[in-house]
Structures are given as structure tokens and as C-alpha cells.
């Protein structure tokens, strides 16, 4: 008996041996055991060589060549009766290596690769624990059989990257489970447990023992068995009845979902191939729509995207602290204070998280309601997940004295300073030594809040999204006196809850709505100079975002922004329609939106607001001749004369704005770079993701045009001083520009100057 696998296995049963290739997908952590291995093989590997071998990062090449020699040791070398393919640490595969995409591509190429896999006459079992994702779920295909351990994670997420499962993923997925189930895994991305995988069919037992244990007597209960029905490529694709319907829809939902990205489309064209094609014309068609899609600025801009994410975990501070230096406290309890719309969203995503949670109202009336509206939307994702929800982790009290033993509180009371600091004032009385402070403040000065405060050091923001339990985004607010392991405890608090979560610096806004208010304020000066809200978000639409400003603001409600603006004291009471009505401080000020709130239009909870809808509450945006005539009167009021303006001003004036203050934001340290902002942009602002955020979209437009345009829009609207260039861009521009992922180096620079 040979072995060829690290760890030699034999059934007590029958005595035959199992080949084992263990692939090792776990990051970088194990390359250099991974090298050492593939050194050990390339050196004139005897066949009891262990093949260990890492299919990520930079050496997905090696990995490859990894598995197609010992494949092929392994099916020519008659003692081996099946082959079980499995990863290492506890991961199947995470997929090719994206970095390698940038570059030259070495090794041998994944699809003949799968094919010969495929195509072998002994058992290929894949032993599928974490996760067996794009490649790492094709590979799998490719074997004959795949079990999974029941916590495995199975997907084709490569949509996501602006790709398509291009090693045949498109064209077996359909042939196994059926073109619809298909269809919605490779069009969305989506990544399925195992035991909706078993349910599925894309995999043939779950375990929950040793997965690798598990597939060795399996693969040894099916050795010199037939394989011909195994064989993923050669099965008739399932056609449904009504198909081209079918594909007619899917079409429509995802040119609705994802406004001009190019991936889902080609998705759903690959799929379509598998349902009418034989499969190596199909497979000839995913690797026609793989070229497309391979080299396209989507494909870059997501990708970006991908890293930018991971990015945003290696936070830091402008001290240095940040996140390789700050250990996060552990927290076990937390308390929510305060149980409106935010409190509610944010009590459900701790006690989804495994927190327990003390959920506090002051108000019986309001307590009781916020009690059923989050055991609602705990049983409502419960019944999504197929789990239990987590009814238990949450106790609700009126008396504020209950945080006394919870390690985190979050504040989510009314945005109004005076309140906040009377809540700060009675939790700093009332909590244990040590419990961290947070605020989901969208505005407030976190440094004011803290200096409320005996322990300031404790008091960080956390500005949730709403919905609290739906949207990605938070942003972890630090004031000047925030202590690092503070930050890295609301880090680590928000990666735990699935956020995306970044560390950003406390000024007005904060990195998100300090770049939102420039861009509204674009599209309210347009509407002064002649556009309409049709037209703006018209070609915001167009550009990707799932709404235009005017139609996301009728559905988060017009008063929102009134009321920061009256508390800013811009709208005061009469002062919309007075003489001075367009001037705040010695710059243009626009007061069409505080005009159009008098009027008690506040969107689609009246029923009015910059569209009309049929009832109050209704969500059909129809365009409405009051706001027109208002506009006429308004424009005519203010001796305005309207002038034809096309979609490319209303991108350029309203994108290139939000980015200057981006530019602004960086210059002034408030993020540490690029990523972040992009991050917050896709994550929580509905910035296409294909567009790569408003940093990576300016350095795809190019600088200097951005600086060009902008000193156009400047010195057309001199009373418009965000509209000036900031300093950081020229900046760039003088070094040439260069890519996205250096600016952190000039930002360095230009800080340590400073
Ligand atoms: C002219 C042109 C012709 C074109 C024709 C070309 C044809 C080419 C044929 C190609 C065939 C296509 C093959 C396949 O279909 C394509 C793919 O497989 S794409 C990849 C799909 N996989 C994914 O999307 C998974 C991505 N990864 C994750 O989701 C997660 O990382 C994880 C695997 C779930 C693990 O999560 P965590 O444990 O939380 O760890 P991290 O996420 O923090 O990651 C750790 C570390 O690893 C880096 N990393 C992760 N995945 C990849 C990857 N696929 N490639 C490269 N690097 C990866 C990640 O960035 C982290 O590193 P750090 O950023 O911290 O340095």
C-alpha cells in the first residue's frame, strides 16, 4: 500500500486505500508550509510525498500544478482505488486567486484541470469543510461525488466580483440542480449552507463528524463502481416548460437590481447557454462572456471593492493606534437605550449576533411596541434562516439602572445633543466600571457627548444604517479623546454583526452625510438652475445608484434633513421665502427643500413630497405638476431663468462635489484612506459597487479631469466655495496621479508635513 495523501488512510472494512489531495485554501497564513511541500513534490516527488497546497493568493498557480500531478500520480497507480480531494484547516477552497487575474497567468489552467478530474476512472470524492466557493465549488463539481461537513458554505460568488463561474460552474450548477435554483445562486452569489446544499443537490451527504473521514468511507463504499452517471457535463440540463420565460424574467430582475452592471447579465446568458446548448458549446459560450467581462473596469471596481472591505479592518487612528496595536474588550452583554426605529434594527442585529441584550424604553406604551415589533423582525429573519430566533436574548425594562452588568451600551435616544448628554449623564452613574459608551448618532459631535462624560476615553460612535439589522454599514466614530481599545472593541463589535465596519474620525457628518450634503446640495442648485427631479435622478439612476437623490429622499422622509437644517439654524421659520432666502453665511444657499417641507410634503409618508405617490405610505413615485409650477414660481420669484442641463452636469456636478469632500475628508485625516470612503459609499449610500465607490470612480475618470471640472463648476458658481478644488486633489494630480492604492502614501506625506 501506498499513500500519497499527508495523512495515510485505511478501511478497516475492505483495507483499500483512498488517494488524498489536500488542497489547502486557507489564506496566507500556511504558505510557506504549502511551499515546502510543493518543493517537496517538484523535487522529485516519490508517490508518498505529501501534496499540500494552497490555492490562493499568489500561488494559485501552484496549487493547480499541485493537483494535476498528483491526480495523475494517483489514477495511474493501480492500488489507489478512489481519490478524496479536500482542503486544509478546515477550508475546501475560497476560489482562484483574484490577485492573479491583474497579472500574467502561469500553471495549468483550471478547466482541463477540472475536466480530467471529471473524466477519471476511479472515484473523485470532494470533502467540502468551511468553505468551497467559485473555483473551489467547480472543483468540486468536477469530482463525481461531494460531501460536506454541516457547517460547510458552498456558493458561486464570483457575480460579485464582476465575474462568472468561468471553470464550467455556469454550465454544471444548472445540469445538477435545475436551471431556477441555478439561476438564483450564480446570478446573486448567494452562499448556501450545506444542508440547503443537500437540499439542493449539490451535494450528496452532510456530516457532522470529520468530513475527511467521512469522504474516505464514502469513497471507499463507492470504489469501482460506475462513473458514467456521475459525470456532472454529461447530463441533459433540465429544461423547464416555460424556460424562455423564465429567462425573460431573470433578465428583467437583475437589469432592475443591479443598474448597469454587467455580471449578472452575462450570469444569466451563461445559464441560458446551459439550458440550450450541448455542454462544450456552452462552455464555449462562459468563456466568450468570461473575456468580456475579465478585463472590464466592472470587474476592476469590484474587486477593488473586495480588498477595500478587508481594508477597512486594518484601521488606525490618527495616533498610530489602530488595529494591530488594540486589543478589543470582549463583550457578552449590551444594552440598547432608547427603542425606536434605530434602537429596534440595532437590538435585533446584537441578539442575531449572540449577544444577550437589554433593551431599554422609559415609556411603557413605546417599550410594549418596540417588544413586538422586534420579536416580529427576529421571528420574520428566523424563519428566513431556517433558525430559531433569538427571542430569549433579549430582556426589555424601563429603568436604565438595568445596564448595570452589561459590558456595551448603545445609545439610540432622539438626535438632540441636551437628551444625549442627560443619558450619558445617568449611564456613566449607572455602569459597571469599564462599559464602553457608544452613540448611533448621525451628526452629533461625539466629542461633546464625551466630555458629558467622567470616563471620555470610553465614548465612541456607532452610527448604524437604517435598517439596523439589514444595512452592512457602520461607522465607528472616534472623538480626540476615544481610547484605541474602545475603537477596536466597537470593531470588533461590528464585524461580529456582519458590517462592514470602519473607523473614521468625528467632524460634522462624519465621513457618510458629510459627502451626502454636498451632493444634495448640487441637486437642489440644479433644480434652482432648470433641471427637474425626474432629470436628476434620471441620470443618477442611470449611472447605478438604486435611487436618485430625490427619490431616496420622498422614501426616508423629507424632515429628516429639515430638521438638521433648522438645528444647523440654515431654515429658520419665513426665512425660505425672504430676501436673503438664497444666501447662509456669505455662500449660495438653496431653500427648496425647507419650501417644499413647509408645504408639509415630506415624501412618501404624506403621500407628497418631490414626487406624488397614490396614498401616504404608497412607494410608486409619480412625477407631480405642483412640484413643476412651484419650481416655475420659485425660479421666476428669484428672477431665476431656467437653461437646458444635461445628464452628464447633473453626474458631473453632484459626483464630483461628493468626492471633493472625499478629498477633503482624506486631507483632513478623517479617513485613512481611500478604501474607507468606498466602503461607506457602496456599503451604506447605494454607491454602485461596479463603479468601485466615489475614490475609485474619480481615479477611473482621472484625476486631473475631475480637477478640470471642478474649477469649471467653481468658476462658473464662485458662491459655491465646496465646489473648489481641494488641496489633496491637486496635490495628486501634481504626482501624476497615481493609482488609487498609493494615495495613502501622499496623504502620509502631506500629514507629516502638516
Ligand atoms: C482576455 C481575457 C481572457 C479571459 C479568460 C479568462 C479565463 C480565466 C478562467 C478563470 C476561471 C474562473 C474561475 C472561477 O470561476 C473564478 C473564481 O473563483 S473568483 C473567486 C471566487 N471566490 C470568492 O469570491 C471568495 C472570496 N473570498 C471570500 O469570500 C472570503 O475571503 C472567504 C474565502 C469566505 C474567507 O473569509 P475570511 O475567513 O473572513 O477571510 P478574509 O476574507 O479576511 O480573507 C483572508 C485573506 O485572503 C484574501 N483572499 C480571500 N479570498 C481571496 C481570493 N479569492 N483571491 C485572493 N485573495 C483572497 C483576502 O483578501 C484576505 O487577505 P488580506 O486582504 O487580509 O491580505
Known amino acids: 500500500m501506498t499513500s500519497l495523501g499527508g495523512r495515510r488512510r485505511t478501511s478497516p472494512r475492505c483495507g483499500r486505500q483512498v488517494q488524498r489531495q489536500i488542497i489547502q485554501s486557507t489564506w496566507s497564513s500556511l504558505r510557506t508550509r504549502t511551499h515546502r511541500a510543493v518543493r517537496r513534490m517538484g523535487g522529485g516527488a516519490k508517490a508518498n510525498a505529501t501534496a499540500h497546497a494552497q490555492w490562493a493568493q499568489s500561488s494559485g498557480a501552484v496549487v493547480r500544478q499541485a493537483i494535476v500531478d498528483t491526480v495523475k500520480i494517483a489514477l495511474s497507480d493501480p492500488k489507489v482505488k478512489s481519490v478524496v480531494i479536500c482542503g486544509q484547516n478546515g477550508n475546501f477552497c475560497g476560489g482562484a486567486d483574484i490577485k492573479e487575474f491583474g497579472g500574467e497567468m502561469t500553471g495549468p489552467p483550471l478547466i482541463p484541470m477540472i475536466h480530467a478530474i471529471e473524466a477519471a476512472n476511479k472515484p473523485m470524492v470532494a470533502a467540502i469543510e468551511g468553505n468551497a466557493l467559485g473555483g473551489g465549488l467547480e472543483l468540486a463539481l468536477g469530482c463525481h461525488y461531494r460531501i460536506a461537513h454541516s457547517k460547510a458554505r458552498l456558493g458561486l460568488p464570483e457575480v460579485t466580483l464582476g465575474l462568472l463561474p468561468a471553470a464550467g460552474g455556469s454550465q454544471r450548477l444548472p445540469r445538477l440542480i435545475g436551471v431556477p435554483d441555478a439561476l438564483d445562486l450564480i446570478t446573486t452569489g448567494r452562499i448556501v449552507t450545506a444542508a440547503e446544499a443537500l437540499r439542493l443537490g449539490i451535494v450528496d451527504q452532510v456530516t457532522e463528524h470529520n468530513t475527511v473521514d467521512a469522504a474516505v468511507k464514502f469513497a471507499l463504499s463507492v470504489a469501482g463502481q460506475p462513473l458514467d452517471a456521475r459525470r456532472i457535463s454529461t447530463f441533459p440540463c433540465p429544461r423547464p416548460p416555460d424556460s424562455d420565460a423564465l429567462f425573460e424574467e431573470a433578465m428583467r430582475k437583475v437589469r432592475g437590481s443591479a443598474r448597469g452592471a454587467m455580471a449578472p447579465v452575462a450570469c444569466v446568458q451563461a445559464v441560458r447557454a446551459a439550458a440550450t446548448l450541448p455542454y462544450e458549446r456552452g462552455m464555449e459560450r462562459e468563456k466568450e462572456l468570461m473575456a468580456t467581462l475579465f478585463t472590464s473596469g466592472q470587474a476592476r471596481a469590484l474587486q477593488y471593492v473586495f480588498f477595500a472591505q478587508r481594508a477597512v479592518g486594518r484601521w488606525s487612528m490618527p495616533s498610530g493606534a489602530g488595529w494591530d496595536t488594540s486589543k478589543p474588550r470582549p463583550v457578552n452583554k449590551a444594552a440598547v437605550i432608547g427603542l425606536g426605529t434605530m434602537g429596534r434594527g440595532i437590538t435585533v442585529a446584537l441578539a442575531q449576533t449572540g449577544l444577550s441584550v437589554v433593551a431599554i424604553e422609559t415609556q411603557e406604551k413605546q417599550l410594549m411596541e418596540a417588544k413586538q415589533a422586534v420579536t416580529s423582525m427576529l421571528e420574520r429573519g428566523a424563519k428566513r434562516r431556517g433558525a430559531a430566533p433569538a427571542l430569549d436574548r433579549i430582556s426589555y425594562s424601563r429603568n436604565i439602572q438595568a445596564v448595570a452588568d452589561v459590558d456595551l451600551v448603545i445609545e439610540a435616544v432622539f438626535e438632540d445633543m441636551a437628551l444625549k448628554l442627560e443619558v450619558f449623564r445617568q449611564l456613566s452613574a449607572f455602569c459597571k466600571p469599564g462599559t464602553l459608551l457608544c452613540t448611533n448618532t448621525s451628526a452629533l459631535d461625539v466629542d461633546e457627548l464625551a466630555r458629558g462624560t467622567p470616563n471620555p476615553e470610553l465614548v465612541v460612535g456607532m452610527h448604524f444604517f437604517a435598517p439596523a439589522h439589514v444595512m452592512k454599514l457602520l461607522e465607528v466614530v472616534y472623538g480626540k479623546r476615544s481610547s484605541p481599545q474602545a475603537v477596536a472593541t466597537a470593531m470588533q463589535l461590528g464585524k461580529k454583526m456582519g458590517k462592514a465596519s470602519v473607523a473614521v474620525g468625528n467632524c460634522r457628518g462624519f465621513v457618510g452625510n458629510r459627502m451626502l450634503r454636498l451632493y444634495v446640495e448640487q441637486a437642489f442648485f440644479l433644480l434652482e438652475e432648470g433641471a427637474t ?51 447662509r453665511n456669505g455662500s449660495r444657499y438653496s431653500p427648496i427643500g425647507d419650501l417644499v417641507c413647509e408645504q408639509g410634503r415630506f415624501g412618501q409618508k404624506t403621500g407628497r413630497g418631490w414626487y406624488q405617490y397614490d396614498k401616504p405610505g404608497s412607494r410608486v413615485a409619480r412625477s407631480d405638476p405642483w412640484l413643476h409650477s412651484f419650481l416655475e414660481q420659485y425660479r421666476a420669484r428669484h428672477g431665476l431663468v431656467a437653461r437646458s442641463i444635461d445628464r452628464q452636469e447633473v453626474l458631473e456636478r453632484c459626483l464630483y462635489a461628493l468626492v471633493n469632500e472625499g478629498f477633503r475628508i482624506l486631507e483632513d485625516g478623517i479617513a485613512a484612506g481611500p478604501e474607507d470612503i468606498d466602503v461607506i459609499y457602496v456599503f451604506g449610500y447605494g454607491w454602485p459597487g461596479h463603479r468601485g465607490g466615489p475614490m475609485f470612480y474619480a481615479s477611473t475618470v482621472g484625476l486631473p479631469k475631475v480637477l478640470e471640472r471642478l474649477e469649471h463648476y467653481h468658476q462658473a458658481h464662485p458662491d459655491v466655495p465646496d465646489l473648489q478644488p481641494c488641496g489633496l486633489l491637486r496635490r495628486l494630480v501634481a504626482s501624476g496621479s497615481p493609482p488609487v492604492h498609493r494615495w495613502r502614501e501622499v496623504i502620509k506625506k502631506l500629514h507629516s508635513q502638516l
Not at 538 to 547: R, S
Open 533 to 583: 427631479p425626474e432629470l436628476v435622478d434620471g441620470a443618477l439612476e442611470e449611472f447605478g445608484f438604486p435611487m436618485g437623490v430625490f427619490r431616496m429622499s420622498d422614501l426616508s422622509g423629507l424632515d429628516v434633513g429639515w430638521r438638521t437644517r433648522k438645528a444647523a439654524g440654515q431654515a429658520q421659520p419665513g426665512e425660505a421665502s425672504g430676501q436673503s432666502a438664497r444666501i
